[in-house]
């Protein structure tokens, strides 16, 4: 049975920082996409990075040169490294796996995506 546990959101000032980790279990790690998604007031969940191997990392173009995606295989976890958070940043942060193939007009949408985590919340104040 996959499972995948977030951990990592809190609250913090608006240009302060936090990681979000997520360990996954029940599969084979190292041979699916992990993606980080978010839902934020009034909007649709959104794709924020996603990570297969060191040259296929996906990061949303809101939020680059602020956050980057990595992983431990061997951990069997996934980090978003989130800097500069602005208030908008506010909200449940959702880890994901895909599947192994994925091109770069999947990598973030939602629909791939089939398995998730419960989410962690991020609060950003101003």
């Known amino acids: 049975q996959v499972q995948l546990v977030e951990s990592g959101g809190g609250s913090v000032q608006a240009g302060g920082s936090l990681e979000l980790s997520c360990v996954g279990s029940?599969?084979?790690?190292?041979?699916?996409?992990m993606a980080w998604f978010r839902e934020t007031p009034g909007n649709k969940r959104e794709g924020v990075a996603s990570m297969f191997r060191e040259d296929n990392i996906y990061i949303h173009d809101s939020v680059k040169g602020r956050f980057t995606i990595s992983r431990d295989n061997a951990k069997r976890t996934v980090y978003l490294h989130m800097s500069n958070l602005q208030p908008e940043d506010s909200g449940i942060y959702y880890c994901a796996r895909g599947p192994t193939n994925l091109n770069i007009r999947q990598v973030l949408d939602v629909r791939f995506y089939n398995h998730w985590g419960r989410g962690t919340q991020v609060t950003v104040s101003s």
């Open positions: 029940g599969f084979t790690y190292k041979n699916y996409h």
